[in-house]
């Protein structure tokens, strides 16, 4: 699609509801029937394909590209004491590896076997009655082997204890999984590096959940005013209390000249004058999902930037750290990598030399978009946004 120079932005935004917090409940809701009632708005695609896959009866499921959906459901599938299961996904899903989590449930007693590449999905999964066994996980690598273990831990016979080793990144979706266990009245211990879930045979009561908007999808409309002067935006549903840990980006564009305040229903950002620091560093080892918007964002502003914490890209959508790399350079703006960081020195970008790939990444596609705030650039496969935002275009280009 061709994007024309944006002058104007929305003056308020209904944000998407957030995916991690939905697909969370999704699962809790799938295993204490008729206990839990999960209201979502304006779904995404990685809600509804976690959604359907929950309620389908074949024995064969195509996940896509969806990566939460494919390690929640492992262990679903897992913890079923009847029924032999395909679980299949995009042929980037199985480049994306899944063995500590499949290890650590085999150790519970479940039974699942890779089809092709060994730790790697296709997965065969015969449902199993789990047993509690204390295990230990590499934190390093990807919280979301931990959320789901977690998930379902109540269902486990005696329950589960975790042990946590390394340097556990994106802790902070960690902490959403226990805060979404403590609301639905599950018994949860998390201290130090040992998590532990009691069994749970039935919910305390019933609860019904309305999904709050989702902060990784707000952090374009803060680069938007990052980026245009005398903006401002109404962002519906969003909380400044929010359990999601992408909510500290309130601070990170703080420092990018981006206000934030209570309003009605959500929040409001307005853009405020002030001299742009010449150097930041970040870690983002907890929002990970921040590193998109936040590198483009500094790159256009001529930021000198180091975001740091960032290990886990390499096994998103696609490798977001050489992803980043390449389509920076195709607005002039060089930067150098290691395999948890991404540097980029100040320096004027320049008008795209072709079109901006997308990768199959919806947060590519996203970030990119920004430098139509000085530029009119095309971007490849606009579509790629359903993934966790379906209307984002459509709210850009309607202001």
């Known amino acids: 699609m061709m994007l024309p120079k944006i002058e104007l932005l929305p003056e308020t935004v209904q944000l998407p509801a957030s995916k991690s917090l939905a697909n969370r409940w999704l699962v809790l809701q799938a295993l204490f029937l008729n206990q839990i009632e999960v209201n979502v708005s304006d779904k995404s695609d990685d809600i509804e394909a976690l959604e359907k896959a929950l309620i389908s009866r074949d024995n064969t499921i195509d996940i896509g590209h969806a990566g939460t959906a494919m390690r929640f459901l492992t262990v679903f599938l897992a913890q079923k004491e009847k029924g032999e299961f395909l679980l299949t996904g995009s042929k980037r899903m199985q480049q994306r590896p899944i063995e500590p989590l499949v290890s650590a449930l085999n150790s519970l007693g479940a039974n699942i076997q890779y089809l092709k590449k060994e730790g790697f999905p296709p997965l065969e999964i015969i449902g199993s009655k789990l047993k509690s066994n204390p295990i230990e996980i590499d934190g390093s690598v990807s919280s979301q082997y931990i959320s789901a273990l977690l998930l379902v831990a109540p269902k486990i016979k005696d329950g589960l204890k975790i042990t946590l080793t390394g340097t556990v990144v994106s802790q902070s979706y960690i902490n959403l999984t226990v805060s979404v266990l403590e609301r639905a009245g599950i018994e949860v211990g998390f201290h130090d590096n040992e998590v532990t879930v009691s069994e749970t045979k039935d919910l305390p009561e019933s609860i019904s959940v309305q999904v709050e908007s989702d902060w990784s999808a707000a952090a374009f409309w803060y680069g938007w005013v990052a980026l245009m002067p005398k903006s401002a935006i109404n962002l519906i549903g969003l909380d400044s209390k929010s359990p999601q840990g992408d909510r500290k980006l ?20 307005n853009h405020a004058d002030m001299v742009m620091p010449k150097r930041l560093e970040i870690n983002l080892i907890n929002q990970p999902d921040l590193a998109q918007p936040l590198a483009v964002v500094c790159a256009i502003l001529g930021v000198e930037v180091k975001l740091n914490g960032l290990q886990t890209l390499a096994i998103k959508e696609t490798n977001r750290l050489e992803a980043l790399k390449k389509e920076l350079l195709n607005f002039d703006v060089e930067s150098t990598l290691d395999e948890d960081s991404i540097f980029i020195k100040s320096q004027k970008a320049s008008n795209p030399k072709r079109a901006v790939k997308t990768y199959k990444d919806h947060r590519m596609a996203m970030a990119f978009s920004l430098f ?13 946004v359903s993934k966790s935002y379906p209307k984002y275009f459509e709210h850009l280009l309607n202001a």
Request: a negative charge; hydrophobic letters at 40%.
């Open 250 to 269: 309130i601070s990170f564009f703080e420092g990018l000249g981006v206000r934030t305040k209570e309003i009605d229903g959500g929040l409001r950002i």
């Open 372 to 384: 139509a705030s000085r530029f009119s650039i095309e971007i490849q496969d606009p579509e790629v």
